[in-house]
Every structure is written in C-alpha cells, then in structure tokens.
C-alpha cells in the first residue's frame, strides 16, 4: 500500500537544466544511465534486491544529491551497501555519472524525478539511512509548502527507516535550520543524535567539503548538520 500522504504526482519546481551539459557528462550519460536509472513501479512497491545484481547490506537514500559529491563518497566508503539518489535536475545527474564513471561505483540508483514519488514506493522499515543536504530553503513565506521537510514527509521518513535508522539534514539557511528543528522536535519517533560531534554546526568527519557549502561559507552563511536516529 503506497502512502497517500504524500503527492503522488511529481513537483518539481523551477528549472531542469540550467546551462548545457560537458561532453564527458554526455558520454557518461549515454553510458551508463540504462545501467542506474530507476524506474518506479505504477502501483506495487519497490522490490529491493532487485535493485542491484549483488545482495546489499542495507540501503540509504539520498534527496537532492546536487552534484553527487556526497552521495558518491558514501557509495565509495560504504562498497556493501546500495545507494539511491534522487534528483530531477539534469546537471547534477550528470556530474554524478562522470563520478560513478570514473570511480566505477556498482552501487547507485538515480531517479531522476521528484523524490516524494520514491518514498511512496519504498517499503516499511527498509531504509537505513536518509540524507537531505542543503534542500532549497524556499525563503518566501508563501513558499514555505514547497520545502522537503515538511510533517508529511518526515511521517513517511519513520514509516520507511529502520528501528535504529538515521535521517541526516543539513542547511546554511538559519531560517530553515529552526524550520527543521522544530519539526522534528513535533515526532515523537525522532531523536537528535550528534555522536562523536559536539554540536550541530560540526560537519561529519566522513562527509566532503562541497561546492555549494564552499561557496556559502565563503558569503558568511554557516551550515548545520542535523542528525536524527528513529
């Protein structure tokens, strides 16, 4: 049964290509999208094992995985465990193929759609890990609905994590960064669990340094990086 809370018809806002793709991320898209697309059942669940051609220990999805550097260092760390990532832009897409290209990772899944519409088609306490990492922050009141994180979504989070999963958020927006918290603070399944880390604006050893969070550092914005076990 597919979880009605959430839409089952894709969003995606804004644009899905912002400037033309380098002709080595055409060539690996050629190459390698038949092999790591994922294509979502209509009505069933996902099947997980036949995700991938080798059994998997467990599996950990990422939303918005931008230009993939994360989301391939974790399919690097990790050889054992089976990633998915969502993303329905086209460059980012791109950028993670040349990455999986180059490090030949057999480990990932792309949809390239809105990730809302995976999470419906995941089953019960399948998932170990969820990571949504810099999510537009959506700044406009009005566009506060668009958000990742919403009550709905993170209702669907507890539905799929396993007993003991995680769900690793982070953003440099301050005004999203209460967004998240406070949320969270309103599920009673969800503890904040930092680990070794002292606080929440300590990146995790085991994560990259991105662009994107280059650059905002650079203009003043300071990330935080919030993790909850179910």
């Given at each position: 049964?597919?979880?009605?809370?959430?839409?089952?018809q894709?969003?995606?806002?804004?644009?899905?290509?912002?400037?033309?793709?380098k002709?080595?991320?055409?060539?690996?898209?050629?190459?390698l999208?038949?092999?790591?697309?994922?294509?979502?059942?209509?009505q069933?669940?996902?099947?997980l094992?036949?995700?991938?051609?080798?059994?998997?220990?467990?599996?950990w999805?990422?939303?918005?995985?931008?230009?993939?550097?994360?989301?391939?260092?974790?399919?690097?760390?990790?050889?054992?465990?089976?990633f998915?990532?969502?993303?329905?832009?086209?460059?980012?897409?791109a950028?993670?193929?040349?990455?999986?290209q180059?490090?030949?990772?057999?480990?990932?899944?792309?949809?390239?759609?809105?990730?809302?519409?995976?999470?419906?088609?995941?089953?019960?306490?399948?998932?170990?890990?969820?990571?949504?990492?810099?999510?537009?922050?959506?700044?406009?009141?009005?566009?506060?609905k668009?958000?990742?994180?919403?009550?709905?979504?993170?209702?669907?989070?507890?539905?799929i994590?396993?007993p003991?999963?995680?769900?690793?958020?982070?953003?440099?927006?301050?005004?999203?960064?209460?967004?998240?918290?406070?949320?969270?603070?309103?599920?009673?399944?969800?503890?904040?669990d930092l680990?070794?880390?002292t606080?929440?604006?300590?990146?995790?050893?085991?994560?990259p340094?991105?662009?994107?969070?280059?650059?905002?550092?650079?203009?003043?914005?300071?990330?935080?990086?919030?993790?909850?076990?179910?």
């Open positions: 049964m597919t979880n009605t809370s959430l839409p089952q894709r969003s995606v806002w804004g644009r899905r290509q912002s400037r033309p793709l002709e080595n991320q055409r060539q690996a898209l050629a190459d999208w038949p092999w790591v697309s994922l294509a979502l059942p209509e069933s669940m996902i099947n094992p036949d995700l991938f051609p080798l059994p998997m220990e467990d599996l999805v990422e939303i918005g995985f931008g230009g993939g550097e994360h989301l391939a260092t974790q399919a690097a760390l990790h050889p054992t465990v089976g998915v990532g969502c993303e329905p832009f086209v460059n980012g897409v950028s993670l193929m040349v990455r999986i180059e490090q030949s990772l057999r480990n990932i899944r792309i949809l390239k759609d809105d990730a809302r519409l995976l999470l419906a088609r995941l089953p019960d306490q399948s998932i170990g890990r969820i990571f949504v990492l810099f999510p537009d922050p959506w700044p406009k009141k009005r566009h506060h668009r958000r990742m994180i919403q009550h709905a979504t993170v209702d669907t989070f507890a539905r994590l396993k003991g999963g995680f769900l690793h958020m982070a953003t440099d927006d301050a005004a999203y960064a209460v967004w998240m918290q406070d949320i969270m603070a309103q599920h009673r399944e969800f503890k904040l680990g070794e880390r606080s929440i604006t300590e990146r995790p050893l085991d994560w340094l991105t662009r994107y969070e280059q650059k905002g550092i650079a203009q003043g914005r300071a990330p935080v990086y919030l993790a909850y076990r179910k």
